[in-house]
């Protein structure tokens, strides 16, 4: 028997959220986020002068893509004009570095209690595991980047534990803010040995699924560093 029902076909309006694909990125956007990764890991340092000649020649861009990239640099505050020509890396301020580290201490000391909420056995290996190895470089007088990359680990896995999307994205968005202060804290010794003792007492507390213990520590832990950024800087040191 023949089917004589009418078929409709619906009509397909635009998709919400759903818009034009971005064109390739320019030289000068890969230009910026090469810079900005050198600046705040550390390898392009305060105070040194960035020279557009010199930067072209070495990143085998044109002139062009490197001026644009400064220019973004110069609007998020991460270098600034030079009495003459030419740009030099920002250092940080007192404000910025209170303002910072205030605001991480309170969103790192919550991941931290909702952590402990959810520690189990598996998130303490991992835990243990990046200390150990945060140990062994110390001892072996490791690469102050590598001390770095391990400290980045053992609170990566305290973030994520904590189990929270909206908490890690906040905490993400200081990312680079918090990278940039951890080189002249682990640069100094006797910090990167305190920070291996912080990490093992907050370990300690939340096998004992101890809260409110282990929020306390990691809020001391942070602010801790932050007075030793300060100081740093009140003694006339670049940071």
């Not at 990046?130 to 007088?141: C, G, L």
Request: charged fraction near 35%; proline fraction near 3%.
């Amino acid at each position: 028997m023949k089917d004589t029902s009418k078929k409709t076909t619906a009509k397909v309006g635009p998709l919400k959220g759903i818009r034009a694909l971005d064109k390739p990125r320019s030289m000068g956007d890969v230009a910026y986020d090469f810079l900005k990764q050198a600046i705040v890991k550390g390898d392009i340092p305060p105070g040194q002068r960035l020279i557009e000649n010199q930067l072209s020649v070495q990143m085998e861009v044109s002139r062009v893509p490197v001026r644009e990239a400064v220019k973004k640099l110069e609007q998020e505050g991460l270098v600034e004009k030079t009495g003459g020509r030419g740009f030099v890396v920002k250092g940080l301020t007192r404000e910025e570095i209170e303002e910072t580290l205030g605001i991480r201490a309170l969103l790192e000391s919550y991941a931290a209690y909702l952590a402990t909420e959810h520690i189990n056995d598996s998130i303490v290996k991992k835990l243990e595991d990046s200390i150990k190895a945060y140990r062994t470089a110390f001892e072996n007088k490791g690469s102050t980047d590598k001390l770095m990359q391990l400290n980045t680990q053992f609170h990566e896995i305290i973030y994520k534990a904590a189990g929270s999307g909206k908490l890690y994205s906040l905490i993400s968005s200081f990312r680079d803010a918090i990278h940039r202060y951890r080189r002249p804290l682990l640069e100094c010794e006797h910090y990167a040995k305190v920070s291996l003792q912080d990490h093992e007492e907050m370990v300690k507390a939340m096998r004992r699924k101890d809260k409110k213990k282990v929020e306390e520590l990691v809020r001391k832990h942070i602010l801790r560093g932050m007075d030793i950024i300060i100081k740093e800087l009140d003694a006339g040191k670049t940071v």
